[in-house]
């Protein structure tokens, strides 16, 4: 059963959580955290889209997109990252749980 709050009516589930100095601190921090990852990876794909020399005047277009996706390069790279976050993961796994206890 749902215990009511004797000053505003409400279910004490419904209530806002109590405001207090060390959860506007963290809030702060998080709000920091997000602002100093997502702006430089907003620049860079934003970034990603020009295609013109420094110095000259913006283009926009997808080249740099279309070289590396048909780069092999690039595929054997990815190829490698998914072998390892296949094979490898289970491994660390193991070796901390068993050893690394």
């Known amino acids: ?15 806002w959580p109590r405001v ?19 702006y430089p990876l907003t620049l860079l794909l934003i970034d990603s889209f020009h295609v013109n020399n420094p110095g000259e005047a913006a283009v926009w277009g997808l080249d740099g997109w279309r070289a590396a996706f048909l780069d092999r390069s690039v595929a054997s790279a990815l190829g490698t990252l998914l072998r390892w976050a296949r094979f490898g993961l ?8 068993c050893w690394h206890g």
């Open 1 to 15: 059963m749902a215990r009511v709050a004797a000053v505003s009516g409400l279910p004490t589930a419904m209530r």
């Open 90 to 97: 289970p491994w660390q796994w193991l070796w901390r749980s």
């Open 20 to 38: 207090t100095s060390r959860s506007v601190f963290l809030l702060l921090v998080f709000a920091i955290l997000i602002l100093l990852t997502a």
